[in-house]
């Protein structure tokens, strides 16, 4: 536990925000280039949507076991469960930067009706809720870091917890759902 952290937690997640949100909007707008990321064989670039679907449902099995330990008073076994979804969606986030950064965003291949009235409301939506779920993952997780957990139930650590365990869990399953769009139907 580290005292001088526990004083600066909003501080703290919204420096983390604010990074990992120009590291993705960098590399969805191109700002990021290529010469600074090796290049891996088009098999491997290929493989990273459907090694990042079996992430995200790793994710959300995690979180959802991690939400019924904290139910059941097990908070070793929660904490280990958010750290390890923290870990999946950290390396989720690593493999989908190092694609959009070489390749760029996937377009859609299906109709333009489905497209404009399905797909990107519902990438929008998934878009917000990712962005939203962020600051509050962050939050959660030092908050955690920063206090003993017999103090923990006196922060906002509980109510923040259940909501970004939510988002995070929405955004997951979206997740899934745009690769389906995007790798499965069309």
Known sequence: MDLRARYRVPALTGLLT?????LVFGAVLGAIPQSVVP????????AIPHVNAAISALAIG?????VRAVRRG???????LMLSAFGLFAGFLVLYLYRIVLEGPTDFGGPSVVETYLYLPFLAVHIVLAIVAIPLVYYVLLLAYTYPV?????TN???????????WLIS???GIAVY????LVW
Do not use: C, N, Q, W
């Open 157 to 167: 650590h509980p109510r923040a917890g259940k909501l970004a365990a939510a988002l």
């Open 180 to 183: 389906a769009m995007l790798y």
């Open 18 to 22: 604010i990074v990992s949100l120009a």
């Open 62 to 66: 995690t979180i959802v076991a991690g």
């Open 150 to 154: 017999a103090e923990l139930s006196a």
């Open 172 to 174: 997951f399953s979206m």
């Open 74 to 80: 097990d908070v070793a076994r929660h904490r280990t």
């Open 39 to 46: 290049h891996a064989p088009e098999t491997v670039l290929g």
